[in-house]
């Protein structure tokens, strides 16, 4: 079983950048493809990057490619979501899931673990 816990989220300019964290109990956080997916008011949940639980391979969605990053700490059992440039699109609730020995799927359903979600909300 792996609890994870988001924060970070919260209320930025557009322009503004902010930095997500999920932090993840249990030892073998390592073995695990991470992935932030997001959810708009009245939209579907949507792929936004992930990363793979060895390599590192990471992978982003179009929409924010460029602009957002994803990286890991294994030793401190998180994944991190820096966002710059945002943009009032990138509203949403943004929630970080875990995939054991997983590429860095885009498809949600591979996930096994999903946190409970932050808020992020830019303003034009």
């Known amino acids: 079983q792996v609890q994870l816990v988001e924060s970070g989220g919260g209320l930025v300019q557009a322009g503004g950048s902010l930095r997500l964290s999920c932090a993840a109990s249990?030892?073998?956080?390592?073995?695990?493809?991470m992935g932030w997916f997001r959810q708009a008011p009245g939209k579907e949940r949507e792929f936004v990057t992930a990363?793979?639980?060895?390599?590192?391979?990471?992978y982003y969605a179009d929409s924010v490619s460029g602009r957002f990053t994803i990286s890991r700490d294994n030793a401190k059992n998180t994944v991190y979501l820096q966002m710059n440039s945002l943009k009032p699109e990138d509203t949403a609730v943004y929630y970080c899931?875990?995939?054991?020995?997983?590429?860095?799927?885009?498809?949600?359903?591979?996930?096994?673990?999903w946190g409970q979600g932050t808020q992020v909300t830019v303003s034009s």
């Open positions: 899931a875990a995939d054991r020995y997983g590429a860095g799927s885009k498809y949600a359903n591979e996930y096994e673990y």
């Open positions: 249990g030892r073998t956080f390592s073995t695990y493809a």
């Open positions: 990363i793979s639980w060895s390599a590192g391979h990471t």
